[in-house]
Each structure stands twice: as structure tokens, then as C-alpha cells.
């Protein structure tokens, strides 16, 4: 009795491994939690602090054909509430499967309520002017659009997603270009930008590669028009790294003709397995308006231990004369 309970239960750890192995399941993300504690001069009394935690997961399951992608929240099964997933379905290998062969060009199909509404932009919005700004080009809501992107080698690839859903059919079109190694542009349109027309246009420039440099040198630019209202925002930066010492700069000029402008270096290095920065930052909120600069000076240390990573960070805002003290802990997983 006892060696056959022993044999069903090895055909069963070897049957649920064999599932397991055909639909891989992939977990990946972090956990962090530290504190801001501010002073201001001239007491530098603290006048105000907090504390964060919280989990960023990507959990997806895949095949060769297809991919399902969790939300990174509510990823746990609850009665009868649903779990937010995107699928992609990879159509070419499908078809391959079938015996049409599409040869360089792939194509994919998402579904699901996390499909992106974003037109295509190779643009690195180091500052995050435009993310904060919410200029940056797509479909105001999303949730019931699918996408369909068809790509041709390396070469161009192609965008589009619609909400079937709406009477005034929502839609995002786009289209990314590699001309040569090193050099990318995209463009996009949709008809879903706050109620208007909406237009972008970007590039993408290796500076590094295409003149055979030795550090990293790369700098984007993007147009972003809203067709209805007649304006437009535009945005540039460069950013180069080389043995520990970066710098970049970001330009703005947004929808009301205000101009921004931002740069920072850096350094960093490793002493004894401690890790070591500091940077200086210069942010010109709007460079029409005379004073109004703030100026950043911060430093930092870290050091892994146990799978963990501990860190300390200090910025002092010269303007404002605020000093901010964060110590942080965060796990990769």
C-alpha cells in the first residue's frame, strides 16, 4: 500500500511538473520601503517625513505562441473578481504552424485591458517633462482596445489600436523606423487626444555609434501637436555616460509656449563593495521668468548584503534650503 501511495504521488509531482514546463509561469519584480525625512533651513527643523512600501511584480505565463501578462496588482484570484491580463498572440508563428510562412515579418495581436494606447515615440523624456505634463501622444482612454503591431525585420514596425466599444471609434496609429544602426524615428496619430486630432513625431540618434566613440552618447527629440487646439510642444535632450560620469540635459517647450530647461551630472563609483554618487542638477522651471532656478546638490550610498540592497540618499535644494534624508531597502526578485 505504502510503495503504491509512493508511485501515484511521484506520477503526480511528474505530470504537474510536465504542466508546469509547457506553460512556464515567470515572476520578476521588487520590493521597496524607505524614508523621506525633510528639514528646512534655517533651524532645519523637520517639517515633514514619510514612509513607502510597496511591490512591483511581473508575473506572465507563455508559450511560443502567445503570452499572457498579469496586472502588478490584484494578481491574486479573489471569489469572482477578475484578474486584469494583456495577451499577446504571436500570429506569424501561428500561421508558420499552418504552413504560411511570413518570412521577416512578425505579427501580433493583444488583447485584453492593459493593451497601450500610445502612440509610437522613440523619445526619452529624461526629465519627464512631457510624462508629467501629460502632452505625450495616444488615446485618452484605454481598457476595451486591442492592438495589432506588424513589424518588418529590424527595419520598420507598425502600430495600431482602436476601441471597438465607442460610437466614436478611438483610435492610435503609428510607425517606427530604423534607417540605419543607430539612428531611429517614429511617428504617430490619433484621433482620441483629449476630444481633438493628435499628431508626434520623434527620432533617436546613437551619437556613439554612429561616429564610433568609446562612451555613450545619445540624443532624442519629439513634436507633440494637438491638430484641434492649433498647438504644439516640443521636446529634446542628450544624455553621455563614460566611466562613471554622466550628464544629460532636457529642453521643454510645452502647449503654452513656456520654455524649460534641465541638467545634471553625475559620478559614481564602487570603494570595498560600497557603492558611491553624487550629482549636481540645475532645473530652470521656465526661462522667462528671471530667479526661478532651483539647484540640486545630492550624494548617496549603497551596499548589497543578503540579497538585499540598502541605500542612503541626501539632496540639499539650495533655493528652497530643504535637505532631504532617505534611507531605503529594496529586494529584487
Not at 523621506?36 to 505565463?61: C, M, R, W, Y
Not at 519629439?222 to 540635459?249: H, K, P, Y
Request: glycine letters at 10%; zero cysteines.
Amino acid at each position: 500500500m505504502k510503495k503504491k501511495f509512493v508511485l501515484t504521488l511521484a506520477l503526480v509531482l511528474m505530470v504537474a511538473g510536465t504542466l508546469v514546463a509547457a506553460t512556464p509561469i515567470e515572476v520578476s519584480g521588487t520590493f521597496e520601503s524607505g524614508y523621506d525625512f525633510e528639514f528646512t533651513a534655517p533651524t532645519f527643523a523637520q517639517t515633514s517625513s514619510g514612509n513607502e512600501a510597496e511591490v512591483k511584480t511581473l508575473t506572465s505565463i507563455s508559450t511560443d505562441m502567445w503570452k499572457v501578462s498579469l496586472a502588478t496588482v490584484g494578481v491574486m484570484y479573489d471569489g469572482d473578481a477578475a484578474v486584469a491580463a494583456t495577451a499577446d498572440i504571436y500570429l506569424d508563428k501561428a500561421l508558420a504552424e499552418e504552413g504560411v510562412d511570413l518570412g521577416d515579418i512578425s505579427l501580433t495581436l493583444s488583447l485584453g485591458n492593459g493593451v497601450s494606447g500610445d502612440a509610437s515615440s522613440v523619445y526619452a523624456d529624461l526629465n519627464d517633462y512631457v510624462d508629467d505634463d501629460g502632452t505625450a501622444v495616444g488615446m485618452s482612454t484605454t481598457g476595451d482596445n486591442f492592438g495589432v503591431k506588424i513589424g518588418y525585420a529590424d527595419l520598420v514596425t507598425v502600430y495600431a489600436s482602436a476601441d471597438p466599444t465607442l460610437k466614436a471609434f478611438p483610435m492610435v496609429l503609428g510607425a517606427t523606423i530604423t534607417p540605419v544602426d543607430g539612428v531611429e524615428a517614429a511617428v504617430g496619430f490619433t484621433n482620441d487626444y483629449s476630444g481633438n486630432n493628435a499628431m508626434t513625431v520623434s527620432a533617436k540618434a546613437d551619437v556613439a555609434a554612429l561616429a564610433g566613440l568609446d562612451f555613450d552618447f545619445v540624443a532624442t527629440g519629439a513634436l507633440m501637436t494637438d491638430l484641434g487646439a492649433s498647438t504644439s510642444a516640443i521636446a529634446a535632450d542628450a544624455e553621455l555616460s563614460i566611466e562613471g560620469i554622466g550628464a544629460w540635459v532636457a529642453y521643454y517647450n510645452d502647449m503654452a509656449n513656456a520654455n524649460f530647461l534641465t541638467a545634471k551630472a553625475s559620478y559614481s563609483t564602487s570603494v570595498e563593495g560600497i557603492d558611491l554618487s553624487a550629482s549636481f542638477k540645475a532645473d530652470m522651471a521656465d526661462l522667462a521668468v528671471s530667479g526661478d532656478e532651483e539647484f540640486t546638490i545630492a550624494a548617496g550610498a549603497g551596499y548589497s548584503m543578503g540579497g538585499v540592497d540598502y541605500a542612503l540618499d541626501a539632496a540639499y535644494a539650495i533655493k528652497a534650503a530643504t535637505f532631504t534624508l532617505s534611507p531605503s531597502v529594496s529586494i529584487s526578485f
